[in-house]
């Protein structure tokens, strides 16, 4: 069974206050590791994919990396805009469908 | 393309009515599913779906029924509803080939069941 643990639940960032966040993961065979972001209220909003160990992807003050065992989401020198849940998912090779085991996410909150 | 679209946004049940939760996608993908988010319970897959008139079990289907009778639509039943089923809803869609495998997600509709 595919686990994922998110840390910190919650983070308070000054502007401009670089930090990560960490999304460790248990899986049988990886198809691709997620990251969305959720507003408050709102449905998730997709950001990246990573398939496999080594990438990194980037958009904006967000980086995503990818190990064996974890993924990382980098954010440099946030904004109060950035304030948002961050939910990480992975997906792995068997059955069918496609699924998606989410964590429970990072809260963020980015202050002035 | 107005992606995933849910309605109702809102609803409060009795215990026992039925309820039909409605998702359009206008992405023409193949796959559909539908979650539930509970408060520090991170999202759970209920039922999903790999084109018209194939569904299949999620991690949590007990109280739901599912249909796909087209590609863009796929509905969500509550029989008899019970406050476990209090809970925010979020359908999704996804393209279902090698290499586009991101779900997009509505805006959810928010149930309470008294």
């Known amino acids: 069974e595919d686990q994922v643990t998110q840390s910190p639940e919650a983070l308070r960032l000054q502007e401009g206050e670089s930090s990560s966040l960490n999304c460790s993961y248990t899986?049988?065979?990886?198809?691709?590791l997620f990251w969305y972001r959720q507003d408050p209220g709102k449905g998730p909003e997709f950001l990246f994919t990573?398939?496999?160990a080594g990438e990194e992807k980037e958009k904006e003050r967000l980086k995503a990396t990818l190990t064996k065992k974890e993924s990382f989401l980098h954010i440099t020198a946030p904004k109060p805009e950035d304030s948002a849940t961050y939910l990480c998912?992975?997906?792995?090779?068997?059955?069918?469908?496609?699924?998606?085991?989410f964590g429970t996410g990072t809260q963020l909150k980015v202050e002035l | 393309n107005a992606g995933v679209t849910q309605t109702p946004k809102f609803r409060i049940l009795k215990i026992g009515q039925s309820m039909t939760l409605q998702c359009t996608q206008d992405m023409n993908h193949n796959y559909m599913y539908w979650y539930r988010q509970d408060p520090g319970m991170g999202l759970k897959l209920i039922y999903y779906s790999v084109g018209a008139g194939i569904t299949d079990k999620g991690e949590v289907p007990n109280g739901y029924n599912v249909s796909r009778s087209t590609t863009e639509d796929f509905p969500l039943r509550l029989e008899l509803a019970a406050p476990s089923q209090t809970s925010v809803y979020f359908c999704?869609?996804?393209?279902?080939?090698?290499?586009?495998?991101?779900?997009?997600f509505g805006p959810g509709t928010r149930l309470t069941v008294l």
């Open positions: 899986v049988s065979g990886l198809r691709g």
């Open positions: 999704a869609s996804s393209y279902g080939g090698s290499g586009k495998n991101e779900q997009f």
């Open positions: 990573l398939y496999s």
């Open positions: 998912a992975v997906q792995d090779f068997t059955g069918g469908g496609n699924k998606l085991t």
